[in-house]
């Protein structure tokens, strides 16, 4: 029904590099951070699919030329970058950050001390707060992101950065499943959502969420 | 530096981390213990950083990791030193060890919680705690009131997520799809149980009422939330509760326990006044015709209560004023004026369900006067905005009259220190306890318990003639009056907490009525009242996508469900398979279909009538020889398990988990009979024979256990089995004994009886016209909804069809994701065309040329 940002269109900003590889070593009792074992909301095969998707699509966005090896460990599948030498990096955000600085736009990770604890906070809110998050909560979410989108073009303000990149992998099946409605009452953070899927080379293989710009319920109820 | 912020809590651990960082970091901050809350945040937490240029910090980690950066440290290459910092210089270390020392700081403080398998754990604790840093914050943050006050803060959180899946049967899951090895010891164990037989068990004895407890018996007191007369339960009220508590009761007796199962109808109440009035009958004479509504609705679903009462009797009278009394002697009833709506045309006080408007909270604008239905809060009817009776839609007026209200807060410490036990050593779901926290967390109030109404139980107090007790107070009195019209001596089993278990079944939004509110009044009544042990609350159950609606003629009703030609039993077990454990479920029709074909028919069904139909087939209706080897005994062993798990979980109420141990099981058998063959091996020689005679066997023993452990959830189908088995009365009595054991009920030589088909096929056609006949104004609901909205205008005609569009394409992709009949999704697709049709007219194009882009979508 609407056509929208053509795939040819898709450029990666970024000029490759080789990608030097970093040695890992945390202390034992980080390597395996999951004593949540137990089951949360979002069926574990999804969640390792996702993580590992995202991460190959924010590989694309960052202009890697050849996809890195990935795996999952724990029940709640978290990602592990396998590397040819040194030990294996281990989550989500610490694989992301450290993608970012390999393809040598630590901008993305935020350009003041200040903007990087921000972006680190919603990194983390990504990982601790979405992730897994039980169904009757997901509206406690979408209300946070909502009231804190109020006054701002990106989640680090002006700037865009990882935390964009993350949130909107994470919260795109949320979106994809809510009503024409919902997402009008949600309107901060649909507008900051359709932003970035059509943020240049963010979107990847998710499929484009229809928001409309027009709305439809401004009686506030029928 | 120095406009920084950092407001920080008592007894919050993850403050500890913060502190020490800052401490660590030399960052320089003012710390703040007054109240700070995020603004965009729906919940307070600790601790909060706010920077100098205005944004909150909320999360720990990146808070020490700021105050790590701007103390000039790299953060960046943090994570590739740990190792080497913690080998080198414990002093760089720190962080990681000290952020990691905060999170286990409450539990492993006392020593006593670590397994000695973990030594190494422990000694690095000590060596972190012992730094200068951690002892100082530390007592910061407990403020010299020791481990107790961080106790105080964790309990009243609410539980995380991931806790809330009750932890140790999570395995099942992954499981599930693994077959699980048997090891040899199993094996063989197993083995020696079946060749136990059935012995000499005495059948067990006759339900006889009165049911009272008995000395050196397990007795079980089970209820389930009264239903509200009015009210045509629907099936999210039926799994909810009756059914539910029924699946238990019917357990508990198979278990041997001592069970009573009573409930019954709501009946007070301004809704039954009104009821009244509309249909020109005396409220009395209402209750009496929807109590037998009720009655004969539960009939058909077969709940097998002891007693099935209602609360507009005379012993509801004396108990509740009895408690009343009680509660005012004792000086906790405090008299108070209310400010209450009035209605000056409909002449009357407005109780809480007649008033609507705005939530103060949310701005909802359908908020009820006593909750709002989308923030769940609750609320003082006077406190709405633009309130309007509902019956006459005119603006009532505020008046004050004179109230009693239950002293909650003086009853606090009293509450908090019986659930601490209750909670500990009962079974309460995750849901009761969080929302049981809520409360507390948000602090108690006094509540109202009188009204202005006619239609109650009346206050027995002179000051306060006229009034009637309000419906929360009343109606879980109702539990133990009915229980008083079942039995003069129903004082054994509500006054007696020493040897009565009581099980509280109901949805999840009764919860606080029955966690808080009640237990303050038996609690503060001081009369040794039973209460209760194991609070088991479930989710919400939706209809299709939708929410069950009365008014919009949406879903299934309880009267209507046996309407639809499909047995009793099938419901049963589809809204058992569905209950709402954990999380809200949805019932559908597709799916019910499904299910009864794949579950019930191709696999149970088909299990229990290959294993008779073998029987009176080639062994003239007698179980014949059987020669255990390896094989069967491994299956023996599978059944085994299956039937420990199932009595594990059903003794922990997971009524939906253990229904799919039956499941299990037959799926083993009919694994078992494909791979043995008995059709042909009992065409060979003399050892297939022997052969295709004991997997025979074997199987209706099988087929006999299941019978058993189907009693509970479909006690027909259950009967029917044990019928055409000729089933000896002590075998399921036999089986449950203890943690459960597998034995050879059916001995060679029995003869059984006739076998037939349990179960039929739900027909796709059958299925769409019940879902037509249910559902079906839904459609025309979505329809006058957008109506609303659309003007003649063809623009605003447009609008409302790409509306429409949006929603059958996504009906089409997800009956095609849920890979429903082709017949279905033709139909829809068809739809969907026509829409697209409907939508190029009122654009003024021509939907002739693209026919084929139609039909990609």
Not at chain 2, 97 to 121: E, G, H, R, T
């Amino acid at each position: 029904m609407q056509k929208t940002l053509s795939e040819s269109k898709r450029c990666s900003p970024i000029t490759v590099k080789s990608l030097p590889v970093r040695s890992n070593h945390g202390p034992a009792a980080l390597q395996s951070p999951s004593n949540r074992a137990e089951q949360r909301s979002c069926p574990q095969w999804r969640r390792a699919n996702m993580a590992l998707m995202e991460l190959a699509s924010l590989e694309k966005s960052l202009g890697f030329k050849k996809a890195n090896k990935y795996s999952t460990q724990g029940n709640n599948k978290t990602p592990i970058l396998q590397s040819n030498k040194g030990a294996p990096l281990i989550g989500l955000v610490t694989i992301a950050s450290h993608l970012v600085q390999e393809a040598a736009q630590p901008e993305l990770l935020g350009r003041t001390a200040e903007q990087r604890a921000v972006v680190r906070q919603w990194l983390e809110y990504r990982v601790t707060q979405l992730d897994g998050c039980p169904k009757e909560d997901i509206r406690s979410i979408l209300k946070e992101l909502n009231q804190y989108l109020e006054d701002k073009v990106y989640l680090a303000g002006s700037d865009f950065t990882l935390a964009d990149i993350l949130l909107y992998y994470g919260v795109h099946h949320i979106m994809a499943d809510l009503s024409v409605q919902e997402k009008e009452q949600h309107m901060n953070l649909s507008r900051w959502f359709d932003h970035i899927q059509h943020y240049p080379g963010i979107r990847q293989h998710l499929p484009l969420v229809v928001v409309l710009r027009n709305r439809l319920y401004t009686g506030g109820h029928h | 530096m120095s406009e920084m912020k950092l407001f920080v809590s008592d007894g919050n651990p993850h403050c500890l981390k913060v502190l020490a960082v800052a401490e660590l970091t030399g960052v320089k901050c003012d710390i703040c213990h007054a109240k700070r809350l995020v603004p965009f945040l729906s919940h307070p937490v600790r601790p909060v950083l706010l920077l100098p240029c205005g944004q909150h910090l909320f999360k720990a980690n990146p808070i020490c990791l700021y105050f790590l950066e701007v103390s000039g440290r790299d953060v960046c290459d943090l994570t590739s030193q740990w190792l080497e910092w913690e080998a080198a210089e414990l002093q760089e270390a720190t962080v990681v060890d000290i952020v990691l020392w905060a999170a286990l700081y409450p539990l492993l403080s006392n020593s006593s919680f670590l397994p000695d398998k973990l030594q190494c754990v422990a000694r690095w604790f000590e060596q972190v705690n012992a730094l200068p840093v951690c002892q100082t914050v530390a007592q910061r943050v407990q403020q010299q009131k020791s481990l107790e006050s961080l106790k105080r803060f964790l309990q009243k959180q609410p539980l995380p997520p991931a806790r809330c899946r009750n932890a140790p049967l999570c395995n099942r899951a992954e499981e599930e799809d693994a077959e699980r090895e048997m090891t040899d010891e199993e094996i063989q164990a197993a083995g020696a149980t079946w060749s136990r037989g059935l012995a000499d068990r005495p059948t067990p004895a006759e339900r006889r009422h009165p049911i009272l407890p008995q000395e050196g018996k397990r007795n079980v007191l089970i209820t389930s939330a009264l239903p509200y007369v009015n009210n045509v339960p629907h099936l999210g009220n039926i799994i909810g509760c009756v059914l539910s508590a029924d699946v238990f009761a019917r357990y508990g007796r198979l278990r041997g326990w001592n069970a009573l199962f009573v409930c019954g109808t709501d009946e007070y109440g301004t809704a039954t006044e009104n009821k009244a009035r509309e249909e020109g009958l005396s409220p009395q004479e209402i209750c009496d015709k929807y109590h037998a509504v009720h009655a004969s609705i539960y009939k058909w679903f077969q709940i097998d209560f002891d007693h099935f009462g209602r609360t507009t009797t005379e012993k509801q009278t004396e108990i509740a004023q009895d408690i009343f009394w009680r509660l005012y002697d004792r000086g906790f009833l405090i008299p108070d004026t209310v400010d209450q709506l009035h209605c000056e045309n409909c002449q009357r006080f407005l109780a809480d369900r007649f008033v609507e408007g705005i939530c103060p909270n949310c701005r909802y604008p359908e908020a009820r006067g006593d909750q709002c239905d989308k923030c769940g809060r609750l609320i003082n009817a006077v406190e709405l905005k633009d309130p309007q009776c509902k019956v006459c839609k005119r603006t009532p007026v505020v008046r004050s009259s004179a109230h009693l209200f239950l002293d909650l807060p003086k009853l606090e410490s009293q509450l908090e220190q019986w659930l601490e036990q209750s909670m500990s050593t009962g079974n309460w779901t995750s849901n009761a306890r969080h929302i049981t926290r809520s409360w507390l967390r948000d602090g108690l109030k006094p509540r109202c318990i009188t009204r202005d109404l006619r239609w109650g139980t009346p206050v027995p107090h002179p000051d306060f003639s006229g009034k009637v007790f309000y419906v929360w107070f009343d109606a879980p009195i109702g539990y133990l009056s009915i229980t008083a019209s079942y039995t003069d001596e129903w004082e054994k089993w509500w006054k007696n907490p020493e040897k009565v278990e009581l099980y509280n079944f109901m949805a999840k939004d009764n919860v606080p009525f029955h966690s808080v509110v009640f237990p303050c009044s038996l609690l503060g009544a001081q009369d040794n009242y039973t209460l209760v042990s194991n609070l088991i609350a479930t989710e919400y159950l939706n209809y299709e996508d939708t929410k069950f609606s009365k008014s919009r003629g949406v879903g299934v009703f309880g009267d209507m469900a046996k309407d639809t030609d499909i047995p009793s039993d099938v419901w049963r077990f589809y809204l058992l398979y569905l209950r709402p454990e954990g999380q809200d479920s949805a019932f559908s029709w597709a799916d019910m279909a499904l299910k009864n074909n794949s579950e019930l028919l191709n696999n149970l069904g088909n299990f229990i009538n290959r294993a008779g139909m073998f029987a009176s087939k080639f062994f003239e209706g007698r179980v014949p020889q059987m020669e255990l080897q390896q094989e069967d005994k491994r299956l023996l062993a599978q059944v085994g398990f299956e039937l420990r798990q199932y009595i594990q979980l059903l003794d922990r109420v997971r009524i939906r988990d253990a229904l799919k141990c039956i499941l299990n099981i037959s799926r083993h058998g009919n694994q078992y009979i494909q791979v043995n063959e008995p059709w042909k091996k009992i065409k060979g020689g003399d050892e297939d024979r022997l052969r295709a005679g004991t997997v025979t066997g074997v199987s209706v023993n099988v087929a006999c256990l299941l019978s058993a452990m189907l009693r509970p959830y479909m006690p027909a189908v259950s009967a029917t089995i044990r019928e055409q088995l000729c089933a000896p009365a002590n075998c399921a009595d036999a089986m449950f004994q203890g943690a459960g054991s597998f034995v050879c009920t059916l001995p060679a030589g029995h003869r059984i009886g006739t076998i037939s088909p349990l179960f039929q096929k739900l027909e796709a056609e059958q299925i769409e016209s019940l879902k037509r006949r249910f559902g079906g104004q839904q459609d025309e609901e979505l329809r006058t909804d957008y109506k609303h909205a659309a003007c003649s205008t063809s623009r605003s005609r447009s609008w409302w069809l790409t509306l429409v569009l949006l929603f059958q394409g996504d009906r089409v992709r997800a009956l095609k994701a849920q890979k429903a009949e082709k017949t279905l999704i033709t139909a829809e697709v068809a739809k969907l065309l026509q829409l697209k049709k409907q939508l190029a007219a009122a654009e003024g194009k021509n939907p002739e040329p693209s026919p084929q882009k139609g039909k990609k979508k």
